[in-house]
């Protein structure tokens, strides 16, 4: 196993394949492992990169997740691209690894050559998840296939890492309030938001939801591209994976495609 150090930590990474880099960037509570098999798809046409943020994973552990979690995860992106000397990286964000590519290509621009940010819920915290986050996760460590999830992802101590999560998403949005640092106008890759009209987490609030959101940003930053799944639940890109495959493959290699079903 591969590690390199941020604030004299082990992160976690694994690497495979060959071509242009190709990081892949997990979500809360989830690991590198979340792609795990859709990541066999991409590894004849790019260097795959896995990592497992701080806290997570097979990196090392935190006593405490910071509030402003998801650019300190794109801190952590930037110190490795850095080291490894890589430039023109594409990159797969899905859920809270979407901000963190967001994050990394806004700090960073010219380390990065194209960024997907796979089911996100926008530039500031999503009210409805954050007020009840609390309440659910501690309702999730009952669920069987929820707790098998939170195990395979994170091992035996996966209650610490979801109650780490929890606490800095609250604390979050009563900090800090926006996932950002950096204006979107100056965000300079080519970018694709990809989503499910079906998401759990925002079908209730809007069946436009990512219509919306997502068409706000692409109008912030200029330029960029949208693709919604018809069906599918979150994140997307698990729900959705051969067509995901599809449309990405295209975007990376500039290929012309429909922008929502």
Not at 49 to 65: A, N, Q, T, V
């Amino acid at each position: 196993m591969s590690y390199f150090l941020f604030d004299n930590k082990k992160v976690f990474y694994n690497e495979f394949g060959m071509g242009t880099p190709l990081l892949f960037l997990h979500g809360n509570t989830a690991s590198s492992m979340m792609f795990f098999e859709i990541v066999e798809k991409y590894k004849d046409n790019f260097k795959v990169i896995l990592i497992d943020f701080l806290g997570h994973g097979k990196s090392d552990r935190l006593s405490e997740f910071p509030a402003d979690l998801w650019f300190y995860e794109a801190q952590q992106v930037i110190a490795f691209l850095k080291e490894k000397q890589y430039s023109n990286v594409n990159i797969i964000g899905s859920s809270g690894g979407a901000l963190v590519a967001i994050n990394v290509a806004l700090e960073a621009p010219q380390l990065v050559s194209k960024v997907i940010a796979d089911s996100f819920e926008g530039e500031r915290p999503l009210k409805e998840f954050t007020k009840n986050v609390k309440a659910d996760r501690e309702f999730s460590k009952h669920d069987d296939n929820v707790r098998m999830f939170y195990q395979y992802m994170q091992g035996d101590d996966w209650e610490l890492v979801v109650d780490n999560d929890t606490s800095a998403i609250i604390r979050h949005e009563k900090e800090i309030g926006k996932f950002f640092h950096s204006e979107l106008n100056d965000f300079q890759p080519d970018i694709l938001l990809t989503g499910s009209k079906q998401d759990e987490f925002v079908s209730s609030i809007s069946p436009t939801y990512f219509e919306k959101t997502y068409g706000e940003i692409i109008s912030k930053i200029g330029h960029g591209k949208m693709y919604l799944f018809g069906t599918g639940g979150h994140p997307a890109m698990l729900t959705n994976p051969d067509e995901f495959y599809k449309i990405s493959m295209e975007f990376f290699h500039a290929q012309v495609f429909e922008e929502s079903n």
